[in-house]
């Protein structure tokens, strides 16, 4: 059918559907009023709208004559809309050369007069044209799509609002600082970037669950916000901290912020559905741009602030000030950093094997495998320079994996049983439990002469945990020792909890003990302990022989320091490190 005939046997008014009506086949009707949906057409020359016959159904009408017409089906659309069906067929900048031109436009009704009765809907059809192009007739189908409308608007709020507390998300947050930067720049102002979090937040967590844990930060969020100015912004900036932008706030005028937030905070308990609670904050700020000119400076600056506050305990403010010192370290552990990723992309870190003695026979029992940064021009840095770094990067498991290879690597080329530290994260790591499993697995004798040292403060970050993983390492072979034992001060319960063949006495203990009273007792209530368990005890740090006396005299099984020897390659290093007191951590 060409467009002339199409728009003679349009031109004349379209009733509205009956029950029979055959815009619908039998049986559809059921089907699209369940997904919500109901066919159209239009006649535009006289306004007329056949409706399909389910269309009360779908736009719960009370009478399909107030829909009969376009202008009736109008008088129903809501004020704030932008756009209509209407607009979409009439205003089109489309030419119909036979087939129609599509359309597709998203409105809202009110058909029952109020905004909790509103309909979404979602209109697609085509309009055909009359003998002068412009449109004559259009076909459709209308959909209600309140859930659909619903879910998209959660997304457009999620996406610049946390859900939890109303207010900005992170990413939000700190698009807004960067604006408030710029604009502070442009026109010579200041402003604050302060970071509040909340003191003990993961002890509150498992004391009281997760969700009176949310609870109580949004209360924190919601007191904190009730100070702010018009204006000033806030947002979750992670998991349990919040981000202020304080707009034309200089340095002075940020610490009296600080206090007011300390103050809404502690002063008044918290109620919870589990009770009442009381919560302190810690805060850090910094003033910008003064302090800092980009948003990442903004944010390290304000958090390096806050860490500061922290080691004064809960409850306190500190605001950015700026130190060479500081700055010059920064550096140095940006340098040390490439370099620890450089060593182990390209294999540098290496062992020396210190011996561990009889304190009897002086003869070695195992050795040690502490660990070396080698150097592009070939200088070895100690463990102890790097370790710490490592941690705070996250580089600290692949540098556990690393060792894990040196040492088996070290066995299979000698008779040596060796002893290798593991950080506090490897613990339990069941990556690193596959990989020496398999080892194991394949070389049976392995295990027998492999020894893995744990920090007792590792021990005392979760009991369960490390004595699990002691289990399994015993499980194929292996001896377990606590390292530092006595740093931690929680030797008597972790040594009851655990199942350990050695404990190794923190040198910091033994290097003075001679001179010492208060060394001398406690390292003698140590040995004294570990013997009453069974337990074999190294003592570190042994430099003299009037040390080995007293130790011997208590029943030390076992010495390590520079008397017995020092820590050496196999082979020849490229450049030995300057002397260096072996420290407490991973992979040392």
């Not at 009023?33 to 709208?49: C, H, K, L, N, R």
């Not at 011996?355 to 040690?368: D, H």
């Not at 001679?514 to 302990?529: G, H, M, N, T, Y």
């Not at 082979?571 to 007191?581: L, Q, Y």
Request: charged fraction near 25%; charge should be negative; aromatic fraction near 6%.
């Amino acid at each position: 059918m060409d467009r002339t005939s199409q728009g003679t046997e349009n031109n004349s008014p379209i009733p509205p559907t009956g029950e029979n009506d055959p815009l619908i086949a039998s049986g559809a009707r059921e089907v699209l009023t369940a997904v919500g949906e109901v066919v159209y057409e239009w006649s535009i020359p006289t306004d007329m709208i056949r409706w399909g016959a389910n269309v009360l159904d779908v736009i719960k009408v009370a009478a399909i004559e107030s829909i009969a017409t376009g202008r009736g089906f109008a008088a129903l659309l809501d004020s704030s809309n932008l756009t209509s069906r209407h607009d979409a067929v009439l205003n089109s900048t489309g030419a119909d050369r036979g087939a129609g031109v599509p359309y597709q436009v998203q409105y809202s009704l009110n058909p029952g007069g109020g905004a909790e009765k509103r309909l979404w809907i979602e209109d697609i059809g085509r309009w055909y044209a009359g003998d002068g192009g412009r449109p004559l007739r259009a076909h459709g189908v209308l959909r209600v799509i309140n859930e659909r409308y619903e879910r998209e608007q959660r997304l457009a709020f999620l996406s610049r609002y946390d859900e939890l507390t109303g207010y900005f998300n992170r990413s939000h947050l700190l698009a807004t600082l960067g604006d408030a930067i710029t604009h502070a720049k442009r026109f010579r102002s200041s402003i604050a970037f302060i970071i509040v979090a909340v003191d003990n937040f993961r002890a509150i967590n498992e004391a009281y669950g997760f969700d009176i844990a949310d609870q109580i930060f949004a209360a924190v969020a919601r007191r904190i916000k009730s100070q702010l100015r018009e204006g000033d912004a806030i947002g979750r900036y992670t998991g349990n901290k919040l981000g202020l932008v304080l707009m034309d706030c200089d340095e002075a005028n940020m610490h009296v912020a600080a206090e007011r937030f300390h103050a809404v905070v502690r002063d008044d308990v918290i109620t919870t559905e589990a009770g009442s609670v009381a919560v302190t904050a810690s805060i850090g700020g910094v003033a910008l741009p003064r302090h800092g000119r980009t948003t990442n400076e903004a944010m390290a600056r304000a958090q390096e602030a806050l860490h500061s506050a922290r080691l004064r305990g809960h409850g306190h403010f500190m605001a950015y000030t700026h130190s060479p010192v500081r700055q010059e370290r920064r550096r140095g552990n940006a340098a040390l950093s490439s370099e620890l990723v450089g060593a182990l992309n390209e294999r540098r870190l290496c062992l020396a094997f210190q011996p561990v003695a009889s304190i009897a026979t002086r003869k070695t029992r195992f050795e040690e495998g502490l660990l070396r940064l080698q150097r592009p021009d070939g200088v070895l840095v100690p463990a102890g320079e790097f370790i710490a770094l490592s941690e705070r990067l996250g580089l600290i498991r692949l540098i556990d994996h690393r060792v894990l290879d040196l040492g088996l690597e070290a066995i299979r080329s000698s008779d040596r049983t060796i002893s290798l530290n593991l950080s506090a994260e490897t613990v339990g790591d069941s990556e690193w439990l596959a990989h020496l499993s398999d080892a194991v697995a394949r070389h049976p004798e392995l295990g027998r002469r492999l020894i893995f040292e744990i920090t007792e403060s590792a021990v005392i970050r979760n009991v369960d945990e490390a004595s699990r993983f002691v289990a399994l390492l015993h499980d194929l072979g292996c001896r377990v020792a606590i390292d530092d034992f006595g740093a931690g001060f929680s030797s008597f319960r972790n040594l009851r909890g655990l199942d350990v063949d050695l404990v190794k006495i923190d040198g910091a203990f033994v290097e003075s003990l001679p001179d010492s009273r208060d060394d001398q007792v406690f390292v003698k209530a140590l040995i004294e302990l570990a013997r009453n368990f069974g337990i074999e005890t190294v003592a570190e740090w042994v430099a003299d022989e009037r040390t080995v006396a007293m130790l011997a005299g208590w029943g030390v099984d076992m010495i390590q320091g520079s008397l017995v020897g020092p820590a050496e390659f196999e082979g020849r290093p490229p450049t030995s490190p300057a002397p260096h007191r072996e420290p407490a951590a991973a992979g040392v």
